[in-house]
């Protein structure tokens, strides 16, 4: 089960293993795909109204799963939303604090998707990738360690 994260004004998030999302798409044939790419996106629109940054809290998690499934045939549409999507997770974890060295790198997620989808392996990496910072930005939105290290209580 995934653990939930309260982002607060009532959106929550959830902390989701690259295993278990990998292993529902396989499932699914793909689709779960579109769901979690749905999901993640709409989470980081919740750290946005959160944190008071309109350019994230205005992103359209729909349009982003629509560039990815029709804009498919077209190329390029896919190519700007998962590129956009490493932006938003960027700027999600610049404001939650996280150390600059630590960020997601966007390009580097896009590299890994295209021509990673042609090549499999890196297509896995990449969701490996950003699924590992969409993580540490949720983590952080909720007051957690970004690291995913448990909080330890304040000795007596």
């Known amino acids: 089960?995934?653990?939930?994260?309260?982002?607060?004004?009532?959106?929550?998030?959830?902390?989701?293993?690259?295993w278990v999302g990998l292993g529902l798409s396989v499932i699914t044939f793909g689709i779960y795909g579109f769901c979690w790419y749905?999901?993640?996106?709409?989470?980081?629109?919740?750290?946005?109204?959160?944190?008071?940054?309109?350019?994230?809290?205005q992103s359209s998690p729909s349009m982003s799963v629509v560039a990815i499934l029709v804009g498919g045939w077209v190329i390029v549409p896919p190519l700007l939303s998962v590129y956009n999507y490493g932006q938003r997770i960027k700027r999600a974890q610049r404001l939650t604090g996280l150390p600059k060295g630590d960020q997601i790198n966007p390009t580097v997620a896009l590299l890994l998707m295209f021509p990673g989808a042609l090549l499999v392996i890196p297509?896995?990496?990449?969701?490996?990738?950003?699924?590992?910072?969409?993580n540490m930005a949720l983590r952080g939105a909720g007051g957690l360690p970004a690291s995913g290290a448990p909080i330890l209580p304040a000795a007596a």
């Open 38 to 57: 749905y999901f993640v996106n709409d989470e980081l629109k919740d750290v946005g109204i959160e944190k008071g940054d309109q350019n994230l809290a």
């Open 1 to 18: 089960m995934a653990q939930e994260v309260d982002l607060g004004r009532g959106g929550t998030g959830k902390i989701r293993s690259f």
């Open 123 to 134: 297509y896995f990496l990449h969701f490996w990738y950003v699924t590992k910072h969409q």
